[in-house]
């Protein structure tokens, strides 16, 4: 198995690429390695399930995670869970293909990758609830000495979950396991750029400094992969899941739709840019009625399309909701930041706009230098990856693409 180490760089999409640093790593690793400019991402476009799709090679009517949450109609909103652990997953992931061949993985801030057996070392993905106390929910769902190990040497890094130093945490970490372990694959999760996106917007100033300090991270991980006896031949692969648009106004569909009479016939899950419309406690015989009363205040909703059923099965999206709607171009839907709280950008739209085209980037020795696949879906990463390293995803329905990237 050959080894290698993921990074994906949450919320970096392809419009990013021409305000890179040209002596930046990131734009190194595009001239010196292979890439793909516009991997297509799945709908709706949100963290979770897009690094479940990345992890399996399938789109999320077979994993099973089409939001980042799972419908939770009778919870406060603030005590929702969220898809934290792998048993939400319904088919293999890249983790389980490694331990299969006998190799050791590390996972590192993986969305729905907590309580993972497949995996050796879990800094895991989760974030403490009402009541809840955040070291022992992380030693609950990660690997407690491997965490208890990193606090002592890391934690002066850390200020909680907050941005941009979780990520320096992250890449910390990726660093000491890359050196003290050589797993056959690692995966990392930066999310400090979409922190900083959501809360200055899409192309702040501030975004631009995170752009620049996931450069840093990228060439330190490369570095210390370089200084390891074992992982000097192992391929440093970077991806990212969306981008994000600038919003002006935030609307609570949740509230707009019970003023419209709806009662309890749907519960409404609001994923930033669009929302999922589930059946709700007295049922919904019809839900074309109720698409139709949508349409009528379509303006007023701030909706720009709605996605019967039978449109979310074409799209290979998540089983569970009647339909769905997307935002109008600049508005937000959510459940719980009000228009005085609402973030200056977000994502969660639908396929055809210029925040639904990520990268994907491969460095390291066997690589053909400067090759270019024109796209992508997100659904070919998982295989391609497992291609590259010698293995397979059997359930995946994304295409293995790593001949093209690799020397003949
Ligand atoms: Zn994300």
Redesign the pocket.
Known sequence: MRKAVLVSL??FFTADVPRLDPEGFLARMIREGAFCRRVETIFPA??YP??VTMITGCDPDRTGVGQNQPPQPDTPKKERVWYWERKYIRVPTLFDAVREAGGQSCSILWPVGCKNPAVRWCLPEVHPLKGENATLKALKFGTPGYLLMGEKRFGKLRRGIAEPWLSDYAAAMGMDTVRRHRPDFSAIHL?DL?AIRHRYGTFSPEAMEALKRNDRRLEMLWQAMQETPGMEDALLIAVS??GQEDIRKTVNLTEKIKQLGTGRQVFVQSNGMSACFFAGKDGCENPGKLIALLETHREELGISRIYTRKELDAMHAVDGPLFAVEAAEGIAFSDWLDEEKREAAT?GFGPGREADLCLFTIYGKGIRQGAEIESMQMRDVGPTIAGLMGLHLPEANGKDLSGEFLCS
Do not use: F, M, N, S
Request: hydrophobic share 35%.
């Open positions: 949450d919320a949100l963290t897009i690094h999310i979409d899941d969306h994502h």
